[in-house]
Nanobody, 120 residues
Framework: QVQLVESGGGLVQPGGSLRLSCVASGRDISTNAVAWYREASGNQRESVAGIAKDGTTTYSDSAKGRFTISADIMKNTMYLQMNDLKPEDTDIYYC??????????????WGQGTQVTVSS
């Protein structure tokens, strides 16, 4: 079992920055991939940024050039640096951690979500 704890959300003015953190805890976590999602509309979570097992990073179009995902897998921690925030970035952000199980299957764990509000 893996538990994820997020932090770093809050209220920021347009153009400001926030850094989200996500810490995974559990025994012998075999990380396959990590990612950040946002709640979006209709409770359909959409990907914001991710890091694949080979280290490849991906970003949504809206995140490119403004957000940076990073991770320290040895410390089971990942981050999302959010710069030049815009009101449309307002949402609940979730970290997701894909873990390879003993059976070889991959299970996705979710953080509790952290609110990001961009408003003047």
């Amino acid at each position: 079992q893996v538990q994820l704890v997020e932090s770093g959300g809050g209220l920021v003015q347009p153009g400001g920055s926030l850094r989200l953190s996500c810490v995974a805890s559990g025994r012998d976590i075999s990380t396959n991939a990590v990612a950040w999602y946002r709640e979006a509309s209709g409770n359909q979570r959409e990907s914001v940024a991710g890091i694949a097992k080979d280290g490849t990073t991906t970003y949504s179009d809206s995140a490119k050039g403004r957000f940076t995902i990073s991770a320290d897998i040895m410390k089971n921690t990942m981050y999302l640096q959010m710069n030049d925030l815009k009101p449309e970035d307002t949402d609940i952000y979730y970290c997701a951690w894909a873990v390879t199980q003993d059976t070889g299957s991959i299970r996705l764990y979710w953080g509790q979500g952290t609110q990001v509000t961009v408003s003047s």
